[in-house]
């Protein structure tokens, strides 16, 4: 069974930072671009960052400039810095795998930001 395993979120306030942590198998890290998303309080998932196997980056427009995601490939895992947070990068934060076949999701980290 394909295991994403997030860790690093929490209570911070605004202006603060955290960084989010996503760790999963060798095989599937391999293969994988890798990806940060977040569902606010009665809101749909929406894409926070992406990161591919070569390394290329993709945010979204609320996260450029703020946050910051990398992969270490030694240890299977990606990263999400996020910097200057903001009472509205409250949410859960899923980690996600994309794969030729199927996507993986982990089940989410908690950041709540307050004002």
């Known amino acids: 069974q394909v295991q994403l395993v997030e860790s690093g979120g929490g209570l911070v306030q605004a202006g603060g930072s955290l960084r989010l942590a996503c760790a999963t198998s060798?095989?599937?890290?391999?293969?994988?671009?890798m990806g940060w998303y977040r569902q606010a309080p009665g809101k749909q998932r929406e894409l926070v960052a992406t990161?591919?196997?070569?390394?290329?980056?993709n945010y979204a427009d609320s996260a450029k400039g703020r946050f910051t995601i990398s992969r270490d490939n030694a240890m299977n895992t990606v990263y999400l810095q996020m910097n200057s947070l903001k009472p509205e990068d409250t949410g859960v934060y899923y980690c996600?795998?994309?794969?030729?076949?199927?996507?993986?999701w982990g089940k989410g980290t908690l950041v709540t930001v307050s004002s």
């Open positions: 990161i591919a196997r070569g390394g290329s980056t």
């Open positions: 996600n795998a994309v794969t030729v076949g199927p996507d993986y």
């Open positions: 060798r095989i599937i890290f391999s293969i994988s671009n």
